[in-house]
């Protein structure tokens, strides 16, 4: 397996490199626990601080003020099937990335704690990062559901 060393690790982390090696190195990421050791040593708990700090107070006030603007342009636009699935899509991306920037967050926090326990608990590292992407596709795909069950409402009222 090729490996990346810690300037590559960088430079991801710094979001410099392309789209397509940035997914490549993410996608190597879960999988290797040789690049994930050289990337949390690239995370101090400075930068931990700062990013908790940046999602408690900002994100989720943003998130949520983004959402309610969006519901109030929703219910305006009801007979608009066009502008609704545009929102639609909105509404998912929102939710989706509240629970990426979330759980990364926290999955962080998680990860650094780890190797100060104990070294024991390392073939756990190679399964986590994948753990976490199913879970966030589950809490997308039931919010989808959530969202389509609400338009159908809406469908419903649109047909009396
Ligand atoms: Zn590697």
Same mark, same amino acid.
């Given at each position: 397996?090729?490996?990346?060393?810690?300037?590559?690790? *960088?430079?991801?982390?710094?979001?410099?490199?392309?789209?397509?090696?940035?997914? /490549?190195?993410? /996608?190597? *990421?879960?999988?290797?626990?040789?690049?994930?050791?050289?990337?949390?040593?690239? =995370?101090? #708990?400075? /930068?931990?601080?700062?990013?908790?700090?940046?999602?408690?107070?900002?994100?989720?006030?943003?998130?949520?003020?983004?959402?309610? #603007?969006?519901?109030?342009?929703?219910?305006?636009?009801?007979?608009?099937?066009?502008?609704?699935?545009? +929102?639609?899509?909105?509404?998912?991306?929102?939710?989706?990335?509240?629970?990426?920037?979330?759980?990364?967050?926290?999955?962080?926090?998680?990860?650094?704690?780890?190797?100060? =326990?104990?070294?024991?608990? /390392?073939?756990? #590292?190679? +399964?986590?990062?994948?753990? =976490?992407?199913?879970?966030?596709?589950?809490?997308?795909?039931?919010?989808?559901?959530? *969202?389509?069950? =609400?338009?159908?409402?809406?469908?419903?009222?649109?047909?009396?």
């Amino acid at each position: 397996m090729k490996h990346y060393d810690f300037v590559e690790w *960088l430079l991801y982390k710094n979001n410099a490199l392309p789209e397509d090696m940035h997914d /490549e190195m993410q /996608e190597h *990421l879960s999988n290797c626990d040789i690049c994930m050791d050289i990337f949390l040593s690239l =995370i101090d #708990e400075k /930068e931990i601080l700062a990013a908790e700090d940046i999602i408690q107070k900002d994100f989720n006030d943003k998130v949520i003020n983004k959402i309610s #603007e969006n519901k109030i342009k929703v219910l305006k636009s009801k007979d608009n099937k066009r502008a609704f699935n545009y +929102q639609f899509g909105y509404y998912v991306a929102v939710a989706a990335v509240t629970i990426i920037l979330t759980f990364s967050g926290a999955y962080t926090n998680l990860v650094d704690s780890v190797p100060k =326990i104990t070294k024991s608990m /390392e073939i756990s #590292e190679v +399964q986590r990062p994948n753990v =976490i992407v199913n879970f966030s596709e589950k809490i997308v795909n039931s919010t989808s559901a959530f *969202l389509g069950s =609400i338009e159908n409402i809406e469908r419903n009222k649109e047909g009396k």
